[in-house]
């Protein structure tokens, strides 16, 4: 593993009596890296937390070198994480250009500019001038992935990227994590459909109650079907 | 009635009534006949039944009788409603985004108002019977600016001295502007007096001109192109620029825009200042238009809320639509009434709002929380 980019440390984190996240410690560096598991296991929680939505109640989160939590989430944004949530949340009021518009201070010079997520999603740019609401589910999820690029960002943390969506739509999904990575982006997918899981990343954390349970990889874990069965509840 | 009228179809249960999203929908077509047969009722009696030698009699004839008569009444709703829309756009931006209810909204209108009367004087150099031929536009345009930014400046000390701490507290929040509201409704009459003041028209809007037979005041028509501009000027912040999407983003889902690396804290500020600013615009406009007085902001905090509630809270389209809505019934109620009833129009304006929400629950333009 390369220099660490994020650093998770007896991360404890709930709503308020009840703890969803018991001391949860992983690390990854340049790389991408996918957390799997079943519904309720704490996924989004972490997620939540990573971005500053939630104050962890113990343990470090360490992002670039430096301490996060206790940071608010656009502080954490403007670090590097950048964030695509599950279900897109997409700006209803917006349209696709305005969209990245709004996020376009800044970007001059840089790597994503809107000019370079038109030039990625080639849809996209035949449907500037629509509403956020009147894209297909998958010109959603390449729309909130654009957005997330134009932060520029050294991480881009993903929830449920593939959740509702056509397996074409998919494997253009895998193969933009592919790109980021291979461009000298990390990129951390939570994820509970195996396949779209294995292939995006390698390095495969399981998550049961709050914890990361085992480390595996793709190939195990495609090959496995006790390992599934166990923890993804997947029968296959 | 209300329970099913104020669900937005699908998705909401009702204990033992069991409706489809089918039958919900078919129930929904009551009140939009009902309300159909009023408004036609009405039209019909403006345009051709009002004050015939057969009907009863009316301040202002029929349309196709009187047509003079019924222009004045159209212009009077429609410059009204430019006031009602600066004041009630600047309160709709507030708590499109932030979820505040600024209950002190009015409270900076009669601020703005009286600073800028005050003003005007120093500028006049006389404090009491101020002819408009000793405004010039620049008397009447800088005490209105000063006075508009002095309120602004105050919702953002507001806003970032108490309210920023409750974001997301409804109701702390309604409870807080209150409090403001009621402080400085007490410490404005200590320094302004318990009389009516007017700010004094620039001399060059006041004349009139003839349109179908009648008078009509220019300065009317002056409120309500600035009433225009400040709308596109708005449209234009809100659709062309950067802040502006970030702000139609913001109402849209506040959590979002802050996981983009966006300091929300930064737009609150902006649009509380932009909001206030609207609040002490429409002061200065009203003290020149109606005078102002104590209670005129408890007047005017109604006035923006049954607009924002027409139109649909937190839509600047809402604003205009309910501004329009509003401004035509306050005109043509008392003018079409019965002449021995229209001391009930006051009834109107508040029925207005009954029906609008019987058909549409969250307003002309609003959306289902």
Redesign the interface.
């Known amino acids: 593993m390369s220099d660490s980019v994020l650093r998770v440390d007896g991360l404890c984190a709930g709503y308020g009596a009840s703890q969803v996240l018991e001391n949860l410690s992983f690390e990854m560096g340049q790389e991408a890296v996918c957390i799997v598991g079943r519904n309720g296991m704490g996924k989004t929680t972490l997620c939540k937390t990573l ?1 500053g ?1 939630l104050q962890p109640s113990a343990g470090a989160i360490t992002f670039g070198g430096s301490r996060i939590d206790g940071l ?3 502080r954490i ?2 670090r590097g994480l950048a ?1 695509i ?1 599950q279900g897109r ?1 997409l ?4 349209t696709v250009d ?2 990245l ?5 800044g970007t001059r010079g840089k790597r994503w500019t809107p000019a370079a997520v038109y030039e990625l999603f080639p849809r996209l740019a035949e449907r500037r001038q629509n509403g956020g609401a009147e894209l297909s589910g998958g010109e959603q999820q390449m729309l909130a992935v654009g ?2 690029l134009l ?1 520029n960002g050294k991480l881009i943390l993903m929830d449920e990227p593939s959740e509702g969506l056509a397996p074409t739509i998919v494997d253009t999904l895998i193969e933009v994590v592919h790109r980021l990575v291979e461009e000298g982006t990390a990129v951390l997918v939570v994820e509970q459909n195996l396949r779209a899981a294995t292939s995006m990343a390698t390095r495969q954390l399981v998550m049961v109650s709050g914890q990361i349970e085992i480390e595996t990889t793709s190939h195990e874990l495609s090959d496995d079907a006790d390992l599934q069965r166990q923890y993804l509840g997947v029968d296959a | 009635m209300s329970g099913e009228a104020s669900t937005d179809v699908a998705d909401i249960k009702f204990g033992m009534l069991h409706l489809t999203p089918r039958s919900l929908r078919a129930l929904r077509v009551i009140p939009t006949i009902m309300v159909g047969l009023i408004v036609a009722f009405a039209v019909l009696w403006i345009l051709f039944l009002a004050d015939r030698s057969w009907t009863v009699k009316t301040s202002a004839g029929a349309a196709i009788e009187e047509p003079g008569e019924f222009l004045v009444t159209l212009l009077d709703g429609l410059t009204f409603a430019g006031l009602l829309f600066v004041v009630a756009s600047g309160f709709t931006l507030i708590f499109g985004l932030m979820r505040t209810v600024n209950m002190a909204h009015g409270a900076m209108f009669l601020l703005a108002a009286y600073v800028g009367i005050q003003l005007q004087q120093t500028m006049v150099g006389k404090s009491r019977n101020i002819e408009s031929a000793e405004v010039s536009m620049f008397a009447w345009v800088v005490p209105l600016l000063v006075g508009a930014t002095v309120v602004a400046v105050l919702g953002v000390v507001m806003q970032q001295l108490f309210l920023r701490w409750n974001q997301g507290q409804d109701l702390r929040q309604a409870i807080i502007t209150i409090a403001v509201s009621v402080v400085l409704a007490d410490q404005m009459l200590l320094q302004f007096g318990g009389l009516a003041k007017k700010m004094v028209w620039p001399g060059s809007v006041v004349h009139f001109f003839e349109i179908l037979g009648q008078r009509y005041a220019f300065s009317r028509i002056f409120m309500l192109g600035i009433a225009i501009v400040v709308g596109i000027a708005l449209w234009l912040w809100l659709n062309k620029t950067r802040m502006g999407m970030v702000i139609r983003a913001g109402v849209d889902d506040e959590e979002m825009v802050r996981a983009l690396g966006i300091n929300v804290a930064v737009v609150f500020g902006i649009t509380f200042f932009v909001g206030s600013f609207l609040a002490g615009m429409g002061g200065a406009m009203g003290a020149s238009f109606a005078g102002a007085a104590p209670g005129t902001d408890g007047q005017w905090l109604l006035n923006s809320l049954i607009v924002v509630i027409i139109g649909g809270l937190g839509s600047i389209k809402g604003a205009v639509a309910g501004s329009v809505l509003f401004g035509m019934v306050t005109a043509f109620s008392p003018a079409y009434l019965p002449s021995a009833y229209t001391f009930y129009s006051i009834i109107f304006t508040l029925g207005t709002l009954a029906i609008v929400l019987a058909v549409r629950p969250n307003g002309l333009f609003g959306r289902a929380e």
Do not use: N
């Not at chain 1, 700006?91 to 917006?94: G, T």
């Not at chain 1, 518009?101 to 201070?105: F, P, R, T």
């Open positions: 971005m939505f608010s989430p656009d944004a403007r964030y949530p949340r700006f209803p009021s917006l305005e969209h518009e709004m996020l376009a201070k957005r997330a932060l």
